[in-house]
Nanobody, 125 residues
Framework: QVQLAESGGGEVQTGDSLRLSCAYSRLTVAGYAMAWFRQPPGKEREFVAALAWNGGRTDYAESIKGRFTISRDDARNTVNLQMNSLKPEDTAVYYC??????????????????WGHGTQVTIYP
């Protein structure tokens, strides 16, 4: 099972930016689609963004389109989530996820099988 570890969370003001990173072992994660989910306080976990392994397909939640960008850094073995123009409603625990077998496409949002432990993002008004 691939191991994932998130970092980069923190507390910022409305309009600020944060960059989350998800570290993985490249030898074990080749061929995996990678994604970010989040769980706001008192709510269920929700999809944020996804990236096919070959980088050819991405998907974003409507609520963050145009503000967040998912990408992979092969030099650092990380999948990143650049978050700009942050809003208080972006406050959540952010989780990295992975699903094997999706090099060129994306899995159903419910079908991710590997998860990190999460990193807290808090946006103040």
């Amino acid at each position: 099972q691939v191991q994932l570890a998130e970092s980069g969370g923190g507390e910022v003001q409305t309009g600020d930016s944060l960059r989350l990173s998800c570290a993985y072992s490249r030898l074990t994660v080749a061929g995996y689609a990678m994604a970010w989910f989040r769980q706001p306080p008192g709510k269920e976990r929700e999809f944020v963004a996804a990236l096919a392994w070959n980088g050819g397909r991405t998907d974003y939640a409507e609520s963050i389109k145009g503000r967040f960008t998912i990408s992979r850094d092969d030099a650092r073995n990380t999948v990143n989530l650049q978050m700009n123009s942050l809003k208080p409603e972006d406050t959540a625990v952010y989780y990295c996820a992975a699903r094997h077998g999706y090099s060129t496409s994306l899995p159903p949002k419910w079908d991710y099988t590997a998860w990190g432990h999460g990193t807290q993002v808090t946006i103040y008004p």
